[in-house]
């Protein structure tokens, strides 16, 4: 039984019901997302992934556009669970969060897919203005490491996906949250 089947029982074949393209679960410790990846899971390269996200109105920053294409491959399963780490004082903190829950890296594909699932004022609603998606670190065109961000743009929308390189000092700025998968 997989971990949605226990959170959504359903008939086999039936498909899970309630679950929209991005549904949420909020406690005061712990924002879980949800999201309903048919469809998106057939973009295949990272080009596809950049002009669908620009043909939505999203901007794609030329650093988060380098390090898609670096690490790209399509995400082939029909749901993916992401817990996010938020009120975080370092990234220290962030990883040991991360460690207890026995959470893992994210596919870089699911940031393209969030971040065409996900509208500014959702990020805003769960009290973020950037959300980092934990794959593995990737060098940015001038050679340092990178995660690519989900970031909020002015209130009109335009929000883009952009990279985070984190802090010098390992702190984390306010109104950032860390997505990590739940296998």
């Known amino acids: ?44 390269t990272a080009v596809e992934a950049s002009r669908r996200l620009a043909e939505m109105g999203f901007r794609v920053s030329e650093e988060a556009e380098f390090v898609l294409k670096q690490a790209y491959s399509a995400y082939g399963e029909e749901y993916a669970l992401l817990s996010v780490v938020r009120n975080a004082e370092s990234t ?29 004022y959702q990020l805003r609603d769960f009290g973020l203005k950037t959300l980092v998606i934990m794959h593995q670190p990737i060098l940015g065109s001038e050679g340092s490491l990178c995660q690519l961000a989900l970031c909020c743009g002015d209130e009109e929308g335009d929000g883009w996906l952009d990279v985070y390189y984190g802090c010098p000092d390992g702190s984390v700025e306010p109104k950032v949250g860390f997505a990590f998968f739940v296998p």
Do not use: Q, W
């Open 92 to 120: 220290h903190d962030v990883m040991r969060t991360a460690k207890k829950l026995r959470l893992r890296d994210c596919p870089v594909a699911l940031a393209y897919i969030l971040r065409e699932m996900t509208f500014d």
């Open 1 to 44: 039984m997989s971990i949605l089947d226990a959170i959504f029982p359903h008939d086999e074949g039936e498909g899970i019901p309630g679950v929209g393209p991005l549904s949420s679960f909020e406690t005061d410790d712990e924002l879980r997302l949800l999201l309903s990846c048919k469809g998106h899971n057939r973009i295949l």
